[in-house]
């Protein structure tokens, strides 16, 4: 294969994990052969995670069939900012065993790319061009932050508007010199607020519409089943999150909202009152409405509270 020279690959520096150690050599070589210069290959797991933390890599190769689990919470660590400055970088995964639930595991971990084996330079090629011309802008849900997965007719399927976000990528500056592109840490630290950001307005999205389905399930004459159980428990994992985040990113005036859902919560799993699942609905359209800058957000934040309030006196009274 003639390797096309429009790419500076000498200047990024690559940490690759494989624990066979001629699989490591092919890939080496392979990477060598496209004109990367700096390829650090590691065949144990937490050689790897420390060289990512201090190496600060612009792309990581890892292999998934050794130890799935492990691989897949490290590229949570790294895409949740857990672990190292550039939780953005590039990260492809390989695998001899591409069945459904590895790959959807992979996935929803964090990983750009999955390659099956065996491999072909050109493949591999293809994809870091794919990585360096076009790579996929970032998602953030309530439990996930990486690529957009989505397919493109449901880009713009986001009833709050938030849509994806473009991220840092040191592979492109590295190989182009698009500085616009570079992993700088004033970029790096903008672009996580923007995560933050968008995570908060996820977790009282989810909270909404875990809500609608237990209100679902009332309707239809269901009782009070496991399913519904696991969905409170959830809603209590969100609302920790969320005032977690909440103080951590400034937003103190929300912990308020925060503090009653978690009350709210307690009184919905104690008797399951449509009225009291409608107040939690209404505390985390309030959050939504605060953070989006929504006009009338301060007056919804207020009327949550003292709905609530004034619908707890009366229960109290009656």
Known sequence: MTIDKKYALDKAVVVLFNPALHMRAILRSAMTTLGFQHVLDYG????????????????VLLDLDADRAAVCRLVREVRNSNLCADPFVPIIAFTWNPDLAMVNTSMEAGVDDIIAMPISLKLIYDRIDILIRGRKDFVVTSSYVGPDRRACDRTAEDELGLGTIKVPNNLRFKATGDREAMASSDAVSEV??????????????????????????KSEGSEIGKVTIQRHDEIGRLIEDMAFDLRTQGHVELLEITDSMTRLLDMVRANHRPQFYEFLRLHAMA????????????????????????????????
């Open 287 to 318: 959050i939504i409405a605060t953070l989006l800058e929504r006009d009338g957000a301060a007056d919804m934040v207020k009327q949550a509270l003292k709905e609530t309030a004034d619908y707890l006196d009366r229960v109290r009274a009656a």
């Open 192 to 217: 996580k607020a923007r995560i933050d950001h968008h995570r908060l307005n996820r977790y009282a999205q989810r909270i909404q519409w875990l809500i609608g389905e237990i209100l679902k399930s």
């Open 44 to 59: 144990e797991l937490q050689q790897t995670r420390n060289a990512v933390i201090e190496r600060g890599p612009d792309l």
